[in-house]
T-cell receptor, first 114, second 113 residues
Framework: DVKVTQSSRYLVKRTGEKVFLECVQD?????MFWYRQDPGLGLRLIYF???????EKGDIPEGYSVSREKKERFSLILESASTNQTSMYLC?????????????FGPGTRLTVL | AQSVTQLDSQVPVFEEAPVELRCNYS??????LFWYVQYPNQGLQLLLK??????LVKGINGFEAEFNKSQTSFHLRKPSVHISDTAEYFC???????????FGTGTRLTIIP
């Protein structure tokens, strides 16, 4: 079974802090994705990566950056957290067939910024 | 750019009754279509997907969906729901050749005993 793990289920940070959200997948997938999920808005894509050191902006990249130094790990970085970044963050991965193959999701990290 | 509309934000259904969750999409090109389910306190998992071929797609847990190109719809159905189907359901679309998924806003399915 594909496993996508995220470093924390719940995280509480203060405004202005630098925040790292980590995601690891164990299926050698090329593609990895970061989404945020908000009530009434569904999932919105922040960033995605086709390969190590490759990244592309999604629909809402402002205030976020990403890092992919190893194939299995994709990190989301909030350089200076703000209260409007309080949300559920979901990581996903998929194989090189792109969307012809399923995106597998982690359990999510619920981030609260005070 | 594509978009997805899930017309119902919440759907209450009695146990063992049928259910239909509606999804409409807009896109200028051919699409792939997906339904994902999110159980409480979990990530999303794939229920079913339409890539090509037969317009009736069967998924896990007894769900099925029908792709209707003329109505740009991909409604999800189950003939008899169970308490364990309580979850949030997301419809998603992608254009051919585009790696990105666009999700709808979700429908929360509540099963009434």
């Amino acid at each position: 079974d594909v496993k996508v793990t995220q470093s924390s289920r719940y995280l509480v940070k203060r405004t202005g802090e630098k925040v790292f959200l980590e995601c690891v997948q164990d299926m050698d997938h090329e593609n990895m994705f970061w989404y945020r999920q908000d009530p009434g808005l569904g999932l919105r894509l922040i960033y995605f990566s086709y390969d190590v050191k490759m990244k592309e902006k999604g629909d809402i990249p402002e205030g976020y950056s990403v890092s992919r130094e190893k194939k299995e790990r994709f990190s989301l970085i909030l350089e200076s957290a703000s209260t409007n970044q309080t949300s559920m963050y979901l990581c996903a991965s998929s194989s090189p067939g792109g969307l012809r193959d399923t995106q597998y999701f982690g359990p999510g990290t619920r981030l609260t910024v005070l | 750019a594509q978009s997805v509309t899930q017309l119902d934000s919440q759907v209450p259904v009695f146990e063992e009754a049928p259910v239909e969750l509606r999804c409409n999409y807009s896109s200028s090109v051919s699409v792939y279509l997906f339904w994902y389910v999110q159980y409480p306190n979990q990530g999303l998992q794939l229920l079913l997907k339409y890539l090509s071929g037969s317009t009736l797609v069967k998924g896990i847990n007894g769900f099925e969906a029908e792709f209707n190109k003329s109505q740009t719809s991909f409604h999800l159905r189950k003939p008899s729901v169970h308490i364990s189907d309580t979850a949030e359901y997301f419809c998603a679309v992608s254009d051919f050749g585009n790696e990105k998924l666009t999700f709808g806003t979700g429908t929360r399915l509540t099963i009434i005993p």
